[in-house]
Nanobody, 121 residues
Framework: QVQLVESGGALVQPGGSLRLSCAAS????????IAWFRQAPGKERERISC????????YYADSVKGRFTISRDNAKNTVYLQMTSLKPEDTAGYYC??????????????WGKGTLVTVSS
C-alpha cells in the first residue's frame, strides 16, 4: 500500500521543540520533492517547507523561517521537520506531501493524513 505517514505531533509548551517525521511505505521518496503543510482550524492550508528530491534545495515560509528545519534521510525513506521556538500560532495539523514535479504545484501527488501539533501552556 502506497502511503505517507506523519508522526511526532504532540502538546508542547511555547518555546519548546518537536521533530515531525514523514515516512513513506510502498514507494521510495528518493526522487520526490517533499513538502510540509499545516492547517489550523478556520484557516487556509499553508505550505511551510519543502525539500527537493536531491536534498540540495529547501524552502521555508516566512512564518517558520529560522525556527524550522526540513531534512531527508533517503536510507530511512523519511523526511523530517525539526521545529524549535514553537509559538501558540504554530498550533495546527501538519501534513507531508510528495510529488515528482515540484513542491509548488497546486495538488501534490501523495499526501499523509497528518499529525496534530498543539502549542500551549
Amino acid at each position: 500500500q502506497v502511503q505517507l505517514v506523519e508522526s511526532g505531533g504532540a502538546l508542547v509548551q511555547p518555546g519548546g521543540s518537536l521533530r515531525l517525521s514523514c515516512a513513506a511505505s510502498g514507494f521510495t521518496l528518493d526522487y520526490l520533492h517533499i513538502a510540509w503543510f499545516r492547517q489550523a482550524p478556520g484557516k487556509e492550508r499553508e505550505r511551510i517547507s519543502c525539500i527537493s528530491s536531491s536534498g540540495g534545495s529547501t524552502y521555508y515560509a516566512d512564518s517558520v523561517k529560522g525556527r524550522f528545519t526540513i531534512s531527508r534521510d533517503n536510507a530511512k525513506n523519511t523526511v523530517y521537520l525539526q521545529m524549535t521556538s514553537l509559538k501558540p500560532e504554530d498550533t495546527a495539523g501538519y501534513y507531508c506531501a510528495a510529488d515528482r514535479s515540484s513542491c509548488f504545484i497546486p495538488n501534490m501527488r501523495w499526501w499523509g493524513k497528518g499529525t496534530l501539533v498543539t502549542v500551549s501552556s
